[in-house]
């Protein structure tokens, strides 16, 4: 058997290995390309007059370029976040001897190895649209950061080496000092997966918020554009955001496999993985705010025009969506973990049922001030009695102050429900419990209202106190509270009774659907996210530097952006589920037909076995 | 089937309803439509997720009404409620599409954004008048010469701002220009309404642009007494 599945991955990695090859010939071509167009200018010069080529029979080059960068950079974002979690999930495999933590590293390296070929492959084609439509700017760029992309080739063939052996040396390398080098392994995989990342934020976050200097060695060029005032802020944010997406896509592909799932064993695996997946997303999401605030006051201070565009001006709608994509990713996290209780522990669902509707409560009023608008969308009429479309007394929500408040308390929420979660099921025998409850109880109380008063002052003090320490302070507050609780729980439990075990495999339907819905969610704040970087540049194809002078040198209407950021969630989970589907076809063969029906069929199976 | 399972989620969506539309008109200005459907919507959402959390919630809460729409074991008034609307259904869906698409007179929502980009000349502008005792009190003389007939004692109720709508700028309001860098205003003062990008509609704005009237000297001071009127502070990175 061990035999059968190690030749089958052999099989897949075969596949894989060819799709590679392929994928990194087309990016070698395409690097290979990249001087040659630099010496035709030189030499002929004709060339070097051509800025712009089009493709008008697919919407324009402007559109091509849109959909094909999306893609790759959700492909990306997927291939780089998965290798974190997989390898810390094999390190806890490891040290805790739980071989189902080995196994579900192996599942997301699996998942890893089949989306690597397609994000090299997307990003070959990206590069030959960019040279093909765009001339002029390639030109510039690759002047200006062609030691970065030597840098870049060499820490991909590093990647795709390390990853190789990672995957491939896998079961051969279960055993003693082997492990530990197969650890080494993922984590010289997560080294370079790094650098891949950075590298190209570096040329993307140039043309945001470009420095350029006319003197020095081209190395000299390069590392000063790199070292540009929005590239860290883009790094955190990225690296953060990739373990988000990355957990929600192996969440979705949990729930997916759970509700298709034939047999006790694989809902039992599945509802686990989904779990995880989960935990992994929402782990990710609870720094993210932090990151992105830091982001936004970047470029605002890096540029008044920038920073107003995106948060006050024509791109701020995107962020009235932005806040109900969040919100309902709050609140899918949120109902996954309160469903978790309920289904997982038996007889939790009375016991929990207050704690669950107040945090509940809380959210969907946080979730109402954040999705509040400063300037709201009113009809003539109800425009002449507000006296303009700002409120004057709920226009106050509309403002930051009003926004970090409640996303602070919305983490403070999410981190709560794991926690609740965590201690479901358990009776906590410690002589000092009740005082360690007292405690918790206490600090995450004197948290929650610290938070709101500092965000109720933030709106009469100077902006930059608010910004640079009412902020701050209020985010040091809930990581305060996040490593105080979390060593205490871990404590409290490590002595704890377990009055009921809890039960894998028994998750509702609309639990894979939450997943699902999750990763979803995750899709479409990045698609978002993607157009508004890309927009706040406004005409510029290197702000205040390189001018767009093509004829799509407009920002789209939000509506078709939408419909594109639609179009490009669309395609990116059709494409994920093609990758999936490929890459599992063995293990469904290998599995055969179980005794049960599956649940995405309508099948009650499920709730009559479980007695539901 | 237990009523409250039904009526609790039915009297919160009403009573939260009627609280938004005839309650808080009470006391400040009335809520636009698009946000009273946007907090019912999530009070709708609320209601759904908390409903379906376990087994048993989700069939004492949908349960009955499944069963209603199928009609399971249906006789007498049960039976014509259940006709009832299942003919009502189609005959509400197709008012709101009447609704939605009949030609109106009335004129498309409007989505004003208060606070639009300055233009990139603007931007990097910072103000070359020293925030002295002296400067700050010719501008707020330069203030109650030509700002305050509209924006008033800073708080935009001047004698003249019941023409106007959108009425002047608060700036006691802690969500105006203590939001802003000076430039900004120096940008909005100088170009007045018309020089508002398209987001901004310029149409509606009154604002004059004072720089056929004033010099720029003078409308760096008006922004230094302005602030300090209003008992505020310029956005700033130090």
Redesign the interface.
């Given at each position: 058997m061990r035999n059968h599945e190690a030749s089958h991955g052999r099989d897949l990695g075969g596949l894989n290995a060819w799709g590679l090859s392929v994928a990194g010939l087309a990016l070698l071509a395409g690097l290979l390309g990249l001087p040659v167009t630099g010496w035709a200018e030189e030499a002929a010069g004709a060339s070097a007059q051509v800025s712009y080529r089009d493709f008008p029979q697919l919407g324009g080059s402007r559109n091509i370029i849109w959909v094909i960068a999306q893609i790759h950079l959700l492909l990306a974002g997927f291939v780089l976040g998965v290798p974190i979690f997989a390898w810390l999930c094999e390190i806890v495999g490891w040290k805790t001897g739980e071989k189902r933590y080995d196994k579900l590293a192996k599942e997301f390296t699996k998942l890893l190895t089949s989306s690597y070929a397609t994000t090299a492959l997307f990003g070959g084609i990206l590069l030959f649209m960019l040279i093909g439509f765009y001339p002029k700017l390639m030109n510039y760029l690759t002047d200006i950061f062609f030691p970065s992309f030597v840098f870049y080739c060499v820490m991909f063939l590093l990647e795709t080496a390390t990853l190789y052996l990672y995957w491939y040396g896998w079961d051969a390398m279960q055993e003693g000092r082997a492990k530990v080098f197969h650890l080494f392994l993922g984590f010289l995989l997560n080294v370079f997966a790094f650098f891949i990342m950075v590298v190209p934020n570096s040329w993307a976050t140039f043309q945001a918020s470009p420095v350029v200097i006319a003197e020095g060695s081209s190395l000299a060029r390069a590392w000063a554009a790199t070292w540009n005032p929005t590239w860290w802020p883009v790094n955190i944010h990225r690296l953060i955001a990739n373990v988000v997406l990355g957990g929600f896509i192996c969440g979705a592909y949990a729930g997916v496999r759970y509700l298709s799932a034939k047999s006790a064993e694989e809902r039992e695996h599945y509802d686990w993985m989904g779990y995880v997946g989960n935990f992994i997303g929402v782990f990710g999401m609870l720094p993210l705010p932090f990151a992105g605030y830091w982001l936004m006051r970047e470029i605002y201070?890096y540029?008044?025009?920038?920073g107003?565009?995106l948060m006050?001006?024509?791109l701020?709608?995107l962020f009235i969506l932005q806040a109900m994509l969040i919100g309902v990713l709050f609140?899918g996290a949120n109902?996954y973990f309160?469903?978790g209780i309920?289904?997982r522990i038996p007889g939790a669902?009375t016991k929990y049922?207050k704690p669950?509707?107040a945090m509940?409560?809380i959210l969907?009023l946080c979730?109402?001030v954040w999705?509040?608008p400063?300037?709201?969308?009113?009809?003539?009429e109800?425009?002449?009695?507000?006296?303009?479309?700002?409120?004057?007394?709920?226009?106050?929500f509309?403002?930051m102050s009003a926004k970090m408040t409640v996303a602070n308390l919305m983490i403070l929420v999410t981190f709560m429900s794991f926690i609740m979660y965590w201690r479901a099921g358990k009776e906590e025998t410690a002589t000092w419990a009740k005082l360690a409850r007292a405690v918790m109880s206490g600090v995450l109380g004197v948290a929650a209202i610290v938070v709101i008063v500092l965000g109720v002052w933030g709106?009469?003090v100077?902006?930059?106190v608010r910004i640079n320490y009412f902020s701050v302070a209020q985010v040091l507050i809930v990581l305060f509270v996040m490593l105080t609780i979390t060593p205490l729980t871990a404590l409290l439990l490590k002595s704890a009774r377990t009055t009921t075990e809890m039960v894998w495999g028994r998750m509702?339907p609309?639990a894979g659907y939450a997943l699902v819905l999750n990763a979803v969610m995750v899709i479409l704040l990045m698609t978002l996210m993607g157009y508004a970087r890309s927009s706040s540049r406004v005409h510029w194809h290197i702000y205040?530097v390189m001018r767009d002078s093509s004829e799509y040198a407009y920002s789209p209407a939000l509506g078709y952006a939408a419909a594109f950021m639609s179009l490009n969630t669309f395609i990116f989970c059709m494409l994920v589920a093609f990758i999936f589907w490929v890459a599992t076809m063995g293990d469904k063969a290998k599995a055969g037909h179980g005794a049960m029906s599956a649940m995405a069929g309508g099948s009650h199976e499920l709730?009559e076995r479980s007695g539901? | 089937m237990k009523v409250g399972t039904h009526l609790k989620p039915a009297l919160l969506m009403v009573g939260l309803y009627l609280f938004l539309k005839f309650v808080m008109p009470l006391f400040t200005a009335p809520l636009p439509a698009s946000l009273i459907m946007l907090y019912l919507m999530l009070t709708f959402s609320g209601i759904m997720i908390f409903m379906t959390l376990s087994g048993t919630s989700m069939e004492s809460f949908l349960g009955p009404i499944f069963r209603f729409i199928s009609g399971d074991g249906q006789d007498g008034t049960m039976k014509m409620a259940r006709l009832a609307v299942l003919a009502l259904f189609p005959l509400l869906v197709g008012w709101q599409t009447y609704t939605s698409t009949a030609p109106s007179t009335a004129p498309p929502a409007e989505n004003r954004t208060v606070h639009p980009a300055p233009p990139g000349e603007f931007a990097a502008m910072s103000n070359p008048v020293p925030n002295t005792p002296e400067n700050v009190m010719q501008g707020k003389g330069l203030y109650a010469a030509y700002c305050s007939p509209c924006h008033g004692l800073f708080d935009g109720k001047g004698p003249a701002s019941r023409g106007f709508n959108p009425p002047p700028a608060n700036f006691k309001d802690p969500t105006t220009i203590a939001m802003l860098q000076e430039s900004y205003l120096f940008w909005r003062i100088k170009k007045g309404g018309v020089g508002l990008s398209v987001e901004g509609m310029p149409w509606k704005s009154a604002m004059p642009r004072w720089e056929f009237e004033l010099k720029d000297e003078q409308i760096w001071k008006i922004i230094l007494g302005e602030y300090d009127g209003a008992g505020q502070k310029p956005r700033t990175w130090e």
């Open positions: 201070q540029n008044q025009q920038m107003i565009t006050g001006g024509f701020s709608w609140l109902y309160w469903m309920t289904y669902e049922k669950i509707l509940l409560v969907l979730l109402g999705m509040t400063h300037s709201l969308v009113a009809s003539l109800e425009a002449r009695k507000l006296g303009g479309t700002h409120h004057p007394l709920l226009g106050v509309g403002v709106y009469f100077p902006a930059i509702p609309r205040g709730d539901r | -």
